[in-house]
C-alpha cells in the first residue's frame, strides 16, 4: 500500500454510506478507516458493517456518524506480524489498524498479507535432493557416514578447488575443529572479524581462548587490512601473537585476500576462512573458500544451500582433514575395541542430509543467479532512495545470499527501527546488519580494533539492513518489498524532517 493509497482508506464521519460504499469499492482492502476531525481514529467500516445497515434499513445518503458507536481494535506501531495475527484471530476480524502514540493510524494490516509471510531467506529445494535421499533409505545408509557423506565431501572439495572435505553437523562444528586442528589452546588469543555471526566466534571460547576482535573496511564490509596490521602489530609487541585469524565473508561476498593473507604471512599466523555465507562467491575468479589454511562452509536452512543443518571444512592438507573427521567421530583410534587418546566430538553429518547436499549442490549455480537477481530488482525499483547498497568492488562476484544497504544521514539508527516496524507491520522479515561482535555483552573486554578513526561496523550494523533475499521469492513477494520499504522509507524519512 502506498502512501497514497494509504490516504484513500481514511474518510470523515460525514461521509455518506453510498460514498463509503464506492470508496470500499475503489480502494478494495475490504475496510476504510473513519477518522475524527483531529485525525483519531473513530471507528472501521466494512463490507459488513454496510450491509448490516442495509439490513436496519439506514439510507445510503445518512453520514457514517449515524450508524452504532464501535470502538476500534488496534495495534501500535512496534507490533510484530505474530501480535498482529493473534489479535486478528482473537476477534476474528480481517484488518487491524495500526495507530500511533496519539491514535493516528498510520498503517492497516491485513490478514491476506500477515498469512503470506514473506521470509529473509528460506530454504529452496531443486528436482534431485530426494532421489539421494530415497537413495539413502533403499540402501540402509541412514547413518552417519555413509556413500553420500564420501560423494558430497568430494564434490564440495572439487567445487572450491580446495583438496580435501570433511562434511559435518554444523558451520560451527566446522569451525570448532578447525581451531583445534591449528592448536588453539586455552589463554591463546585468535582474530576475528567483528562485524559477524557469532557462529563465527563462539568456537573461540569452546577452546577457551580470547578473541580479538577486527572491524570491517567499508569497499567489502570484511576484514580491515589496516586494522588487521595494527592488531598484528600490537600482539607482537604484547609477546602474544594470535593462534589464528577467522576472516568472515559477509552476505555472500568475499574479503580482500590478496590483501589480508600477506599480512597474516608476515607474522606467520595462519587463516581460518569462514565461507558460511559466501558458497557460491568467487574472488579473481577462484571460489570463496579456497583461501584459507582451512576453510568451512555451512548449509544451514538460511544459507544459500542447504542440508537442513550441516557444514563443512576444506583444506588442502589431507592429513589434517583426516584429522578432523575422526576429532568429528568421538576421536577414535583405528583399533577393534574403542580406544582413545584425545578428546573427540559426535559432530559428523549423516548420511541423509549428505544427499539433500549433493541434491543442493547442482542447483548452486542457478540459485547464485537467483539471488543476484532479486539484488538488481531491488536495486533497479529503488534507485533514488537515500539508501547505499553494500558494495560489490571489481574483481569480485558476490551471491547476494542478503540483498543488504544502508540508510544515509543522522539518526540512521532510529530510523532503521521504522523501517523494519513498518516491514514487519506487513509480515516483511528484514532483519539489522550483525551487530558486531565487539559491542556484544558475551565478549565484553575482548580488545578491538577500527578501521581507522570510524569505528565502521558499528556504523554498519546502526544504518543497515537487510532485505528479504530467497531465490525462490517470486516477483510478486519482491513487489510487496519494494512498495512496503519505499513507503517505510518515506515514514522515515518524515520522522527525521520532524526530529
Ligand atoms: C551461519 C554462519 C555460521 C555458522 O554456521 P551453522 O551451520 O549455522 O553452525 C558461522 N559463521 C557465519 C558467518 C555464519 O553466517
Redesign the pocket.
Known amino acids: 500500500m502506498t502512501a497514497e493509497e494509504f490516504a484513500e482508506l481514511c474518510v470523515p464521519p460525514t461521509c455518506t454510506l453510498r460514498e463509503a460504499l464506492l470508496a470500499l469499492n475503489r480502494t478494495a482492502r475490504g475496510v476504510l478507516l473513519v477518522l475524527h476531525p483531529d485525525g483519531r481514529l473513530r471507528r472501521t467500516l466494512t463490507d459488513g458493517d454496510l450491509r448490516r445497515a442495509a439490513l436496519a434499513q439506514v439510507k445510503d445518503s445518512a453520514p457514517v456518524a449515524d450508524l452504532p458507536e464501535r470502538p476500534p481494535i488496534t495495534i501500535g506501531t512496534d507490533a510484530t506480524f505474530a501480535a498482529g495475527m493473534a489479535l486478528l484471530d482473537r476477534h476474528q476480524i480481517d484488518h487491524l489498524p495500526v495507530v500511533d502514540a496519539s491514535g493516528r493510524p498510520v498503517d492497516v494490516m491485513l490478514r491476506r498479507e500477515l498469512s503470506q509471510r514473506i521470509w529473509l531467506s528460506s530454504p529452496h529445494l531443486g528436482e534431485e535432493e530426494t532421489a539421494f535421499v530415497e537413495d539413502a533409505f533403499r540402501s540402509n545408509w541412514i547413518a552417519p557416514l555413509g556413500p553420500h557423506v564420501d560423494g558430497f565431501e568430494r564434490e564440495v572439495a572439487a567445487y572450491a578447488g580446495v583438496g580435501h572435505a570433511a562434511a559435518v553437523s554444523?558451520?560451527?562444528?566446522a569451525?570448532h575443529l578447525a581451531l583445534l586442528l591449528l592448536g588453539v589452546k586455552p589463554g591463546d588469543s585468535v582474530f576475528c572479524s567483528s562485524l559477524?555471526?557469532v557462529?563465527?566466534c563462539n568456537p573461540i571460547l569452546y577452546c577457551g581462548a580470547q578473541p580479538v576482535f577486527i572491524d570491517s573496511e567499508p569497499e567489502t564490509w570484511n576484514m580491515s587490512p589496516a586494522a588487521l596490521e595494527r592488531a598484528l602489530a600490537w600482539s607482537q609487541r604484547e609477546g602474544r601473537l594470535p593462534r589464528c585469524v577467522i576472516v568472515?565473508n559477509?552476505y555472500g561476498q568475499s574479503a580482500d585476500m590478496d590483501a589480508l593473507l600477506p599480512v597474516c604471512e608476515r607474522y606467520g599466523v595462519p587463516v581460518l576462512e569462514?565461507a558460511?555465507?559466501s558458497l557460491g562467491a568467487l574472488y579473481k575468479g577462484r571460489a570463496s573458500g579456497s583461501f584459507g589454511s582451512i576453510a568451512?562452509y555451512?548449509?544451514?536452512g538460511n544459507?544459500i544451500i542447504t542440508t537442513s543443518?550441516?557444514?563443512i571444512l576444506m583444506a588442502n592438507d589431507g592429513e589434517l582433514v583426516q584429522h578432523a573427521r575422526k576429532l568429528a567421530t568421538q576421536a577414535r583410534e583405528p583399533a577393534a575395541h574403542y580406544e582413545h587418546v584425545e578428546v573427540g566430538f559426535n559432530y559428523r553429518m549423516s548420511n541423509v542430509l549428505a544427499g539433500i547436499g549433493r541434491g543442493q549442490l547442482r542447483v548452486l549455480e542457478q540459485r547464485v543467479a537467483q539471488r543476484r537477481q532479486v539484488f538488481d530488482n531491488y536495486r533497479d525499483a529503488l534507485a533514488g532512495q537515500p539508501l547505499d547498497w553494500m558494495p560489490e568492488p571489481a574483481g569480485y562476484r558476490s551471491t547476494r545470499w542478503l540483498t543488504c544497504f544502508t540508510l544515509r544521514g543522522p539518526d540512521a539508527g532510529r530510523r532503521r527501527d521504522l523501517v523494519l516496524r513498518a516491514l514487519e507491520r506487513h509480515s516483511i522479515e528484514a532483519r539489522p546488519v550483525w551487530k558486531p561482535m565487539h559491542q556484544q555483552p558475551l565478549f565484553r573486554g575482548a580488545p578491538y580494533f577500527a578501521h581507522g578513526d570510524q569505528d565502521l561496523s558499528a556504523r554498519l550494523f546502526e544504518a543497515g539492513i537487510c532485505l528479504p533475499s530467497g531465490s525462490n521469492l517470486t516477483g510478486e513477494q519482491q513487489e510487496r518489498v519494494i512498495e512496503q520499504l519505499r513507503r517505510a522509507l518515506a515514514l522515515a524519512e518524515g520522522w527525521r524532517a520532524l526530529a
Do not use: P, R, W, Y
Open positions: 554444523s558451520g560451527t562444528a569451525i559477524t555471526f557462529g563465527s568472515v559477509l569462514d558460511a555465507e568451512v555451512s548449509f544451514n544459507k543443518g550441516g557444514g
